[in-house]
């Protein structure tokens, strides 16, 4: 459901979508206290503050219809990004 949602939002947009249990920005810390780290990888030029806005937003509401209970925090990247690349490398995809 959750990947459905960023599909249809971020249509050609997206390049990825990936989960993880370390931190995406700290992976050297290890697992994270926080859950699962949802990393939403976006193609071409994007605003940061306006992403983060719908990134939350989307998950928020995917949580809110659902009875998961699990706490997940998602993040967005641009598809050059460090970030990008060790998702890739290391994160389950599952879009």
């Known amino acids: 459901m959750l990947a459905r949602r960023f599909r249809k939002h971020y249509e050609g947009q997206l390049v990825g979508l990936y989960a993880t249990q370390k931190d995406p920005y700290e992976p050297e810390r290890g697992t994270s206290d926080i859950g699962t780290h949802v990393v939403v990888v976006i193609q071409g030029p994007y605003e940061h503050w306006k992403e983060t806005d719908a990134v939350t937003e989307i998950t928020h509401n995917v949580l809110d219809e659902t009875d998961w209970v699990a ?4 993040h967005h990247v ?5 970030i990008a690349k060790r998702m890739k490398e290391k994160g389950v995809r599952f879009d």
């Open 78 to 82: 641009a598809h050059d990004s460090a």
């Open 71 to 74: 706490p997940v925090t998602s």
